[in-house]
């Protein structure tokens, strides 16, 4: 498992995401203790995502590569006191960027790739600088991997590894976690960027693309609703495979389950040996910690 986990800094305490019954948005030092009861059950891979004040958030998304910035500042004192924790990080501009896009936008609308690739290189770096073990880029932009992996060498980072969100559907199951960290694009939709649900064939260039730029696994990403595509992608390639079960399809088991209408330990159970039974090696879920333990 890697475990998802949102963190803020306004305000002293952790705050519970309405639609993510059971998640909080975590203060730096609540995620602290959530981490060691993770670590407690097994659960020793984490993924951090940053709910960044409207205040910091704008349209060059510089705070992105701020050294000192909330998940650079997370990063340390997570590897200060468990050196042995694998800390991923997620490499994308919306948490940042006063437009909620993954990328830079264009005055007029349009997502600018090659400017965007440059600005995630420096993000990545910055986190690995800070410790991080693995990066996730989200993104979906063309080209970052290569362009990652070069800038990470360039800076003595070798044995950072890069798990490539490859093929990332433009999902309405991301809802819970927008809300959660108020990042929802601005204006438009992501689908200039992210993949067309209908298409499965499209993963399998992706994963091409990937494999050949250097990544190091690959990521389906939703998972439940994906099942096919992780078969066709566990298939197409030797590297490990990751899925994640987002934010939309932990919403819909929790509700159910808290109506009384699913027993949430058997589904929740079944939905994550489904997703390994199509050929997921790791899977990333809000449900890590619980079912682990
Ligand atoms: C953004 C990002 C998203 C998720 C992970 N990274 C949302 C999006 O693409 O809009 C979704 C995760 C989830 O729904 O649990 N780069």
Redesign the pocket.
Same mark, same amino acid.
């Given at each position: 498992f890697i475990y998802?986990l949102f963190v803020h800094e306004e305000g002293s305490e952790a705050i519970p995401i309405a639609s993510m019954p059971g998640c909080m948005r975590h203060t730096a030092e609540s995620l602290l203790a959530e981490v060691e009861s993770a670590l407690a059950v097994g659960v020793s891979s984490v993924v951090l995502f940053p709910k960044v004040p409207e205040a910091r958030k704008t349209q060059g998304a510089e705070e992105c590569f701020h050294p000192e910035g909330l998940v650079p500042v997370v990063i340390r004192s997570l590897k200060e006191r468990w050196p042995e924790l694998c800390v991923v990080t997620?490499v994308?501009l !919306?948490p940042y960027s006063s437009d909620g896009h993954?990328g830079l936008v264009a005055p007029d609308g349009r997502v600018l790739n090659d400017e965007t690739v440059a600005l995630l290189c420096k993000q990545a770096l910055t986190q690995a600088e800070a410790g991080a073990d693995v990066i996730a880029p989200? !993104?979906m932009m063309d080209g970052r991997i290569a362009a990652i992996r070069d800038a990470l060498d360039g800076a003595g980072h070798t044995e950072v590894s890069i798990l490539s969100y490859c093929a990332k559907y433009a999902s309405a199951?991301?809802g819970p976690?927008?809300d959660a960290l108020d990042s929802a694009p601005r204006g438009g939709d992501?689908k200039t960027y992210?993949m067309d649900p209908a298409n499965a064939r499209e993963a399998l260039r992706e994963v091409a693309l990937d494999e050949a730029e250097g990544a190091d696994m690959l990521m389906v990403k939703p998972a439940g609703p994906y099942l096919d595509v992780i078969r066709r992608v566990r298939e197409a390639t030797t590297l490990p495979i990751a899925a994640?079960q987002?934010?939309?399809e932990y919403a819909c088991l929790k509700a159910a389950a808290q109506q009384g209408w699913l027993d949430e330990r058997k589904v929740v159970l079944e939905s994550l040996i489904s997703i390994r039974r199509a050929g997921a090696d790791v899977i990333l879920s809000y449900f890590a910690k619980q079912a682990a333990g």
């Open positions: 998802p997620d994308a !919306d993954d989200s !993104d199951f991301y976690f927008r992501k992210q994640y987002v934010s939309g």
